[in-house]
């Protein structure tokens, strides 16, 4: 009797203990339930790192692309100067399509995005440019590793730079065709996907005296 008592002791539950089950119980499948919730987002970030490391290395390579144009831009303006082709920046501006250097038009340049303005200029995408006064006209300039996007001149047909100048004074105030604004825009191709970044630089013309 004394073990059968026992027995039935140790099997018995009181109220309390059995809500005490049903807590743990509940406790437990809330944990599980969290745990999986963490895992999926694990995964999905663990899936989405490398797109976005992928983003920012192209959003790199394009801000590299800008700035590659402007240094080649900078060097020809100045050889132009120097051998005196250029007095002045005046008829030199990017003026077409009209309204593209006044602030109000909604051809504006800084109204425009990128791409916009990339495809103002050269729709077709030839290389040629469809406005004068455009410096360089969707220029390669890396040396191609895959011959599948190797230019006739042997650069990467997936980077490339476009640069003009502008007048910033064309919206108002005292034109002065003795500075400008240098526009240089780079772009990268990838998979049909094309990420840009655009860089403004104001040009003063220095003259002797001044």
Same mark, same amino acid.
């Given at each position: ?36 919730? =963490?895992? @999926?987002?694990? #995964?999905?970030? %663990? ?10 290395? %192209? ?15 900078? %060097? ?5 100067? +120097? ?10 501006? @990017?003026? $077409? ?34 406005? +004068? %006064?455009?410096?360089? !006209? ?42 400008? #604004? @240098?526009? !240089?825009?780079? +772009? =990268? ?10 860089? $403004? ?10």
């Amino acid at each position: 009797m004394r073990d059968k008592k026992r027995f039935s002791k140790i099997n018995s539950q009181s109220p309390a203990s059995k809500r005490e089950k049903g807590m743990a119980l509940v406790i437990v499948v809330i944990v599980l339930a969290f745990l999986q919730v =963490v895992g @999926l987002v694990l #995964i999905q970030v %663990t899936g989405t790192g490398p797109k976005v490391a992928g983003n920012i290395r %192209t959003q790199q390579q394009a801000y590299n692309a800008a700035e590659a144009g402007f240094d080649v831009a900078w %060097t020809e303006i100045e050889e132009y100067f +120097s051998i005196g082709d250029w007095a002045h920046f005046d008829g030199h501006y @990017l003026i $077409e399509p009209a309204g593209i250097d006044i602030p109000q038009s909604d051809n504006y340049f800084r109204r425009l995005t990128d791409l916009e303005l990339l495809n103002l200029i050269d729709p077709d995408k030839d290389e040629n440019p469809d406005v +004068s %006064t455009v410096i360089f !006209c969707r220029k390669t300039f890396i040396p191609a590793r895959d011959e599948r996007y190797e230019a006739g001149d042997g650069t990467d047909t997936r980077y490339r730079y476009t640069v003009f100048v502008i007048d910033d004074e064309a919206g108002g105030g005292i034109s002065d065709p003795n500075d400008a #604004i @240098l526009v !240089c825009i780079g +772009s =990268v191709e990838i998979g049909g996907n094309i990420t840009t970044s655009r860089l $403004e630089m104001e040009l003063v013309l220095e003259r002797p005296g001044t």
